[in-house]
Nanobody, 123 residues
Framework: QVRLVESGGGLVQAGGSLRLSCVVSGWIFSSYAMGWFRQAPGKEREFVSAISWSSGITRYADSVKGRFTISRDNAKNTVYLQMNGLKPEDTGVYYC????????????????WGKGTLVTVSS
């Protein structure tokens, strides 16, 4: 059974930092590209960042470029999202997702999803 479990969300003041983690089980983690998406209340789920299976390629939404860093540790079956310089508009539920076909920005292309972790940034 495939499982993706996110953690690390919470309440933080603007300008602060959080580090999200996503632990994967149930398949060969290293063969999947991984991504982070987020969804604010009343809005559509949007792409945040993605990383290739080898960590050689990363992608970021323009809104988080320079502030967020995605990484992965294939030995620990874990993908991370380091978030610095948080802004109130970063508030939302952050989801970890996997895609066997490769890097993807469209949430509809992802194969597996976690249940999400809530990030709230206060002004």
């Amino acid at each position: 059974q495939v499982r993706l479990v996110e953690s690390g969300g919470g309440l933080v003041q603007a300008g602060g930092s959080l580090r999200l983690s996503c632990v994967v089980s149930g398949w060969i983690f290293s063969s999947y590209a991984m991504g982070w998406f987020r969804q604010a209340p009343g809005k559509e789920r949007e792409f945040v960042s993605a990383i290739s299976w080898s960590s050689g390629i990363t992608r970021y939404a323009d809104s988080v470029k320079g502030r967020f860093t995605i990484s992965r540790d294939n030995a620990k079956n874990t993908v991370y999202l380091q978030m610095n310089g948080l802004k109130p508009e970063d508030t939302g539920v952050y989801y970890c997702a996997a895609n066997q076909a490769g890097l993807a920005r469209n949430y509809q292309d992802m194969d597996y999803w976690g249940k999400g972790t809530l990030v709230t940034v206060s002004s």
